[in-house]
């Protein structure tokens, strides 16, 4: 089963900021809408934003002018910058990857990131 790699999260005090990093297989990067969505318990995984293979990024009211999105095509990784984080940012965060043609969406295995003082 592929998983993706992700990297970066913890714990970060409220206005603070910090990065997720995920590195999806090269083949399944190169032809895949990637993103980052996020899960707390009790409530359905959510989008937090997603970027096509042609860099249009589509963000989550919540986060939008906090959060940016981008992808590496050289390294072939996508990046997740936050910033002005608030408690209510605290989830589990997971990579995402869906390829454009088989529509199969592949996961990564989730990154806490914690919002406290």
């Known amino acids: 089963q592929i998983q993706l790699a992700e990297s970066g999260g913890g714990l970060v005090q409220p206005g603070g900021s910090q990065n997720l990093l995920c590195k999806p297989p090269g083949n399944i990067f190169r032809m895949s809408t990637a993103g980052w969505y996020r899960e707390v318990p009790g409530k359905a995984r959510e989008m937090v934003a997603t970027?096509?293979?042609?860099?249009?990024?589509n963000y989550a009211d919540s986060v939008k002018g906090r959060f940016t999105i981008s992808r590496d095509e050289r390294k072939e990784t996508v990046l997740l910058q936050m910033s002005s984080l608030e408690a209510e940012d605290t989830a589990v965060y997971y990579c995402?990857?869906?390829?454009?043609?088989?529509?199969?969406?592949?996961w990564g295995q989730g990154v806490q990131v914690t919002v406290s003082s």
């Open positions: 970027m096509t293979i042609g860099n249009v990024a």
């Open positions: 995402s990857a869906k390829h454009i043609l088989t529509e199969a969406t592949y």
